[in-house]
């Protein structure tokens, strides 16, 4: 079957998802706007009533006032009950004075402390003055007594819409919060959809190189079987066969690819030392590589052999790069409380300290030829399947980089 002719189909689907995403996150938005020009709109004329309402009560107060001062004048004279009319004033929301021509206040329901001193009284009077009208009622035929009705005016429109507003002032930012986490949602789908079609796209890729190579592999068995019985170099014959060994092992890899990974106790003084062992035959003349596992007590770790040793491999294969054919390469077990840990040093050209975490990123690679995915590969091997750390631990241009693998001891050391 033609694989792209599979593709599209893929393509369009993951494409109108997408699609799908935007328009839901668009109507979202859409109606979280039309609902808060909405709730502005119902809350303006809410407002509007109500501050109507409270104004209308509040000339209804200072009428009711002026008709109780009236309704005391009898023979022009006034009744004065200070007790009654201070217990009305109480009840009152009106700012209210009332005063005779020299100030003297009949009633109130401000504080003491503006009534008590004259200066804060006469400014409280001209403000009421400025604001309301204020009503005189006169009494007396022969001497006449006037009273005037001072009047504040409350600031109905702060008092009713305050809760509203902050509602309001609010809801906005409510709003951006909720847009920026669909818009992370969004984000991390989208990164999360995109990483998974490539991880599929690299899986299939590593089985079907994995399949592909078991035929030749077999064939290459069968050949090296062959030429053990004739009359030819063995010893030639016996490093095709360790080379061999080692194509199935990375064949062995690379169908791992994509499969769950079992962990199981191994020696790693015995796996570092076979992978450092298999490379010394292959490596430049001009170039020293120093193991010291072999002379150390076993140490166990809970690894995935096949996979560790590609680790390996692939640090020692950046050390030799960066050697350009001459230098030393340093291979080293150590252990630190509960931690084991392997160092890959050379004396290569070195590594500028900016690039430390990025060379184990796909695709970073500072060769000619390259795809940049030997040390992208090992991270995540290390760190996902093994649940350890490698890192760059020293480096410096013209004198060498140290790259460190650190692992969990294991439950016994053998």
């Known amino acids: 079957m033609n694989l792209s002719s599979l593709r599209l189909p893929r393509e369009l689907f993951t494409t109108r998802r997408h699609l799908l995403v935007i328009v839901v996150g668009l109507a979202l938005a859409a109606l979280s706007v039309f609902y808060t020009w909405r709730v502005s709109v119902d809350m303006k004329h809410e407002d509007e009533l109500a501050i109507e309402k409270l104004r209308q009560d509040e000339r209804n107060a200072v009428e009711m006032w002026e008709d109780v001062l009236r309704n005391t004048n009898i023979g022009g004279q006034v009744i004065y009950n200070p007790e009654l009319l201070n217990k009305m004033a109480e009840h009152t929301n009106v700012p209210?004075?009332?005063?005779?021509?020299?100030?003297?206040?009949?009633v109130t329901n401000l504080p003491e402390e503006i009534v008590g001193d004259s200066q804060r009284l006469k400014q409280e009077i001209m403000a009421m003055s400025q604001s309301n009208k204020p009503i005189s009622v006169s009494y007396g035929i022969v001497h006449r007594t006037t009273l005037t009705i001072y009047y504040g005016?409350?600031?109905?429109?702060?008092?009713?819409?305050?809760?509203?507003?902050?509602?309001?002032?609010?809801f906005p930012y409510v709003q951006l919060i909720i847009i920026i986490i669909f818009a992370i949602f969004a984000y991390i789908a989208f990164s999360s959809t995109k990483q998974n079609e490539q991880n599929r796209v690299w899986v299939g890729l590593a089985?079907?190189?994995?399949?592909?190579?078991?035929?030749?592999?077999?064939?290459?068995?069968?050949?090296?079987?062959?030429?053990?019985?004739q009359p030819v170099d063995q010893m030639a014959v016996e490093e095709m066969s360790k080379d061999l060994a080692h194509l199935m092992k990375i064949v062995d890899r690379f169908s791992k690819i994509g499969s769950e990974t079992q962990l199981v106790p191994m020696n790693i003084n015995e796996v570092v030392g076979d992978t450092v062992i298999y490379f010394r035959r292959r490596i430049p003349r001009n170039v020293t590589l120093n193991y010291n596992g072999l002379a150390m007590a076993p140490i166990s770790v809970s690894a995935n052999p096949a996979l560790f040793e590609w680790v390996i491999e692939n640090l020692m294969k950046n050390s030799l790069d960066a050697l350009q054919g001459q230098g030393v390469i340093d291979v080293s077990i150590g252990e630190s409380g509960n931690e084991v840990f392997v160092e890959v040093s050379d004396t290569g050209k070195g590594i500028p300290k900016s690039n430390w975490t990025t060379i184990f990123e796909p695709g970073f690679t500072t060769k000619t030829r390259g795809w940049g995915l030997g040390l992208s590969l090992s991270r995540r091997i290390i760190e996902d399947y093994h649940?350890?750390?490698?890192?760059?631990?020293?480096?410096?241009?013209?004198?060498?980089?140290?790259?460190?693998?650190?692992?969990?001891?294991?439950?016994?050391?053998?």
Not at 96 to 106: H, M, P, Q, T
Request: no cysteine; aromatic share 6%; hydrophobic share 35%.
């Open 387 to 414: 649940h350890g750390r490698i890192a760059v631990v020293r480096s410096e241009l013209g004198k060498g980089t140290t790259i460190r693998v650190t692992l969990k001891r294991g439950e016994s050391d053998e």
């Open 153 to 170: 005016t409350t600031d109905y429109e702060t008092l009713v819409s305050s809760a509203h507003r902050n509602a309001l002032v609010f």
């Open 96 to 106: 209210l004075i009332i005063a005779d021509e020299r100030l003297n206040v009949w």
């Open 207 to 229: 089985k079907e190189t994995a399949h592909q190579l078991g035929t030749p592999t077999s064939s290459l068995l069968g050949w090296i079987e062959y030429l053990r019985g």
